[in-house]
């Protein structure tokens, strides 16, 4: 049922398409037209002849297409509607000799879709002259030719037709012939006989006209040649001549010797066939020499006879390369037998003087024989390599092949064969500092005042692979404390990320990965050891660093005894002042006391110059369908109107995948037999812009060294586009970008039209090692399509920056002396140069070297590691000051260097060099400890003669009577105040006057207790004591030579 109704269907279906066809054809249009207008003339007015304004011929994209050709003669000026000649127009070349030309076009026009036929009568104008085929007619006639003849001649040709063809010919008046013209058949006819005696050749004009106006004519020269007559041809010894010459002969070589015979008369002829030149096999190797021997008879008959010379070969070529040299490229760590290349050479020569043979010329490369490296294949010229190659040990080298042919003598040529090795991912970073472990101490000092961004070390590596092999990048696998110290992913700087806290544990441990950017990736790791601390004394337990802790604090020491010291001095004399200032107002109290002396303080054997423990320098541092294959095309034929069918598509046209199609169209009759006959379709696809610029690579890479110089060549690019003309035309451009800061336009250019990036600044590996700009490829089509690719310019590393030294410092800016212990042993570490390098990879490469020393056996310094140690132990013979210049390289070419000075002491203390002159410490610092013990000895010195002083007055007076004690007061009666009166006359005063005086000798201070007196009776002391206590004292000795001055007290009552 379903495929009944579907037939039911389809006539329906049919109908309807052709009802919905119908409507878009429309009455024919004529116009007459003239071939060999000009362009832009015109041909009539479409809008008015269609009744269409100008407007609408624009809008609705009026075109016009022509059958059957590809050309495009006329076209509509949209502007006027008029139709107008695009191309000229040759009647000639359209139609032919047809009597009527008609140029069919179609008008199309769009929205809604109309269709209008257009039929232009081509008129013919007279452009064209009669022209016979050949310039000069070639006739032979024979004298006995009857008279009457008829000799045939080929008629002139005009390409113009009607009026402006051929009317008429004229032949030029002779005494012979005269001229037959008849249904455009032209024959000569001979009016009177030929004598070959009297006239062997003639020449006759003929002259044809057409009856264009103005008229045209056309000419042609007939050269009449009169035969003789005759009936015996000469014929030849030999039926067929064969002969042989080697190639190069001699001029004049005789070759072969014929011979003809005519029997009338009966002479033998002979000839030789000798060269008239150089023969060379390899251009002509075969000669069919025609020779043709004719006789004197009249007529005169010939005979020919063909020579068949083979040239013989001799070996006087050799083997030509087909280039003048080759490359060949190849991975390191290729298999053994590997292929690196072809080479050809061709020889032009025969048989075995042809047959190449090649081989290697004997050579070196990197010392060895060349043929350890590669061998070729005699046969074919393929080379291998015989050994696996290493990048690292050499990137190119060249080898000399030779091609031999096997002739006599052999003859041969050499071509050069560059060899490039190209680099693979093969060796792992190798950490140059710090020293791997078990080797030496690594451990760096941090200031715990360090603040965030701080320089702590630096780790540096290198790779022996090249490229983006060689790119490293710098890793915190471990740490002590995460967040303390971060690590630069290129430039391997460890930096503190926060400032130094009191809580920060002081042993610090990290663990670096080294990372190279091969694939796959290899990686090399390494332990840095930090301590966070001033100065080594500090770590008493750092067993390497054998600092003595009583010899590191001296200077700690000194400044703390001179404060004590002072203090206590200043104390007492304060003391002394003031009991001196009360007894200026009170009796005195004299007592004597001891002092006590602080015990002996020994120096320290070592100095911490700065304080700090740490390095005193800060440094910083700044990679086709071809449609004849078809089976089928995308079209069909749909009927339109009578028997006018339009060809309309099946599917969507790609004019990238087929841009012609030549369509076959048959057109069959339904008679018995049915006859059929063929027309060609050649179908152009037009272009439009479908198809943006394709790169040929997903990315570009671009290397260069830094330094270059601007305008170099960086890489090129190369995108292709499938359309056609402007639309498949690439322009390139750089897009807007930023590198470092600053515009990519200041960094790249790209040539527009070929797509080679050019360097526009010269670039420094230390800036930046690599960057990437998008470059832009856009075709001219409307609107225009484009696309974008990534291009990375990598920055290989030029040894342009000397090793910068760390530590120690330059001089001039700060004191760079090391105190060597006098019992350090051999191997002992004294010290280390701390040295660095902007450059990367082996530029970066540094090797220490102790260029002059005082004792050039006495000190050593590792090449890698810069640690300057001991060779042997120290003696007493050694001189006390030592003086090393190290000098620092790096590994580049050309090598760069920088030499730092290292003053060495071989001291346990500072104190045993009071006289160091080549130490530019500052005035006030560089002498501190000399002035604080000088200060010292003063102060305690002065002191001590003060106690010393003291304790002799003390000493002195013990030994003399004493005024006071305890118990009553009993005064002598030598001696009685002038105020006072014995009233008794028992040489007594009257009242009897009792003191208790109390003494606490422990603490050397008098203390008193005073009683008051028994009588009520006061006097004031004015009155009773008028001497001062000098005079008492004076009094007292005077009376008593025995009597001990203690302490004096006068006591007012």
Known sequence: MGNKGLSAIRPMLGFVFFLVTLHLVYGDLSYSVSEEMKRDAVIGNLAKDLGLDRISISSRQARVDFEDIRKTYCDINRSTGELVTSERIDRESLCGNKPSCVLKVDLVLENPLELHRVSLHIQDVNDNSPQFKDHLIEMEISELAEKGSRFPIEEAHDADIGQNAVQRYILQKNDHFILSVDSKKVDLVLENKLDREKQKEMNLLLTALDGGSPQRSGTVVIHVTVLDANDNAPVFSQAVYKASLPENSPLDTVVITVSATDLVPSIKNYYSLVTTGQLDRELVSDYNITITATDEGSPPLSSSKTVQLSVADINDNPPVFEEQSYSAYVSENNKPGSTLCSVTARDPDWRQNGTVIYSVLPGEVNGAPVSSYVSVNGDTGVIHAVRSFDYEQFRSFKVHVMARDNGSPPLSSNVSVSVFISDVNDNCPQILYPAPEGKSLMTELVPKAAHGGALVSKVIAVDADSGQNAWLSYHIMKSTDPGLFTIGVHSGEIRTQRDISESDSMKQNLIVAVKDNGQPSLSATCSMYLLISDNLAEVPELKDISYDEKNSKLTSYLIIALVCVSTFFLTFIIIILGVRFCRRRKPRLLFDGAVAIPSAYLPPNYADVDGTGTLRSTYNYDAYLTTGSRTSVPFKLVPSIKNYYSLVTTGQLDRELVSDYNITITATDEGSPPLSSSKTVQLSVADINDNPPVFEEQSYSAYVSENNKPGSTLCSVTARDPDWRQNGTVIYSVLPGEVNGAPVSSYVSVNGDTGVIHAVRSFDHEQFRSFQVQVMAR??????????????????????????????????????????????????????????????????????????????????????????????DISESDSMKQNLIVAVKDNGQPSLSATCSMYLLISDNLAEVPELKDISYDEKNSKLTSYLIIALVCVSTFFLTFIIIILGVRFCRRRKPRLLFDGAVAIPSAYLPPNYADVDGTGTLRSTYNYDAYLTTGSRTSDFKFVTSYNDETLPADETLKKSPTEFANIFTESDGSLEVGIVLFIKY
């Not at 310019?793 to 120690?808: E, G, K, R």
């Not at 660095?836 to 890698?864: E, R």
């Open 779 to 872: 075709d001219n089509g409307s609107p225009p399509l484009s696309s974008n690719v990534s291009v990375s310019v990598f920055i290989s590393d030029v040894n342009d920056n000397s090793p910068q030294i760390l530590y120690p410092a330059p001089e001039g800016k700060s004191l760079m002396t090391e105190l060597v212990p006098k019992a350090a042993h051999g191997g002992s570490l004294v010290s280390k140069v701390i040295a660095v390098d902007a450059d990367s990879g082996q530029n970066a490469w540094l090797s220490h070297h102790i260029v002059k020393s005082t004792d050039p056996g006495l000190f050593t310094i590792g090449v890698h590691s810069g640690e300057i140690r001991t060779q042997r």
